[in-house]
């Protein structure tokens, strides 16, 4: 079965940080592009972090920058993604969702995306 589970979601105070981790169970996309997206409330889904498949290559949105980390662990018996998110404030607070694609990792920056996991929610609170 495909499929993305997120976890480590949570309510962490202005200035502390989270890991998120995504398991791909499968090993579905252990050779895929991988990322994270996130959608606070009423806004659009955002694009936020993203990974080649060889965990090498990596690129932010603006807004992230210096403050969070993307990456990924395929050698074990699960492909595992993460986001280390640090120096957290009120804007950071959405629903953060793991994301795949088997295009090049800048096309998952931009939306092309085969799998999306069910979402995290991450509250900051101040």
């Known amino acids: 079965q495909v499929q993305l589970v997120e976890s480590g979601g949570g309510l962490v105070q202005t200035g502390g940080s989270l890991r998120l981790s995504c398991a791909d169970s499968?090993?579905?996309?252990?050779?895929?592009?991988m990322g994270w997206f996130r959608q606070a409330p009423g806004k659009a889904r955002e694009f936020v972090a993203a990974?080649?498949?060889?965990?090498?290559?990596?690129?932010?949105t603006d807004s992230v920058k210096g403050r969070f980390t993307i990456s990924r662990d395929s050698d074990n018996a699960k492909n595992m993604l993460y986001l280390q998110m640090n120096e957290l404030n009120a804007e950071d607070t959405a629903v953060y969702y793991c994301?795949?694609?088997?295009?090049?990792?800048?096309?998952?920056?931009?939306?092309?995306?085969?799998?999306w996991g069910q979402g995290t929610q991450v509250t900051v609170s101040s």
């Open positions: 994301a795949a694609t088997s295009q090049p990792w800048s096309k998952l920056a931009t939306g092309t995306i085969d799998c």
């Open positions: 499968g090993r579905s996309f252990s050779r895929d592009a």
């Open positions: 990974i080649d498949w060889t965990g090498t290559v990596t690129y932010y």
